[in-house]
């Protein structure tokens, strides 16, 4: 399985950004998507995930602002991020996990065992 992400940039506080995943698999319905992002001297953390059936799940810092949404089709995977802050700065990673690996709705980063190169996206104030 290989991720590709793109989108991410430079926006101001209160902007939009959209990032993308394509995924390079035979079987894409098979695998739960999530978001993670890596703040300089932070560690990574989940922001939002969606699993086979389409079920999403967000951090509580991003509810109501960012939106995770896939093109099974195209095997990709989308983060709509809006209403950006300036502690969203950080570097943004797609990842896969197997059906049934870990628990459901998980955000934790030892649950997937598959993940892209990452994006950056700095957000200034």
């Known amino acids: 399985v290989q991720l590709v992400e793109s989108g991410g940039g430079s926006v101001q506080s209160g902007g939009s950004l959209r990032l993308s995943c394509a995924v390079s698999?035979?079987?894409?319905?098979?695998?739960?998507m999530g978001w993670f992002r890596q703040a300089p001297g932070k560690e990574r953390g989940g922001v939002a995930t969606?699993?086979?059936?389409?079920?999403?799940t967000y951090a509580d810092f991003v509810k109501g602002r960012f939106t995770i949404s896939q093109d099974n089709a195209k095997n990709t995977v989308f983060l709509q991020m809006n209403n950006l802050k300036s502690e969203g700065t950080a570097m943004y990673y797609c990842?896969?996990?197997?059906?049934?690996?870990?628990?459901?709705?998980?955000?934790?980063?030892?649950?997937?065992?598959?993940w892209g190169q990452g994006n950056q996206v700095t957000v200034s104030s």
């Open positions: 969606i699993d086979t059936a389409g079920s999403t």
């Open positions: 698999t035979y079987s894409y319905s098979d695998y739960s």
């Open positions: 990842a896969a996990r197997f059906r049934g690996w870990g628990p459901l709705k998980s955000l934790a980063v030892s649950d997937f065992g598959y």
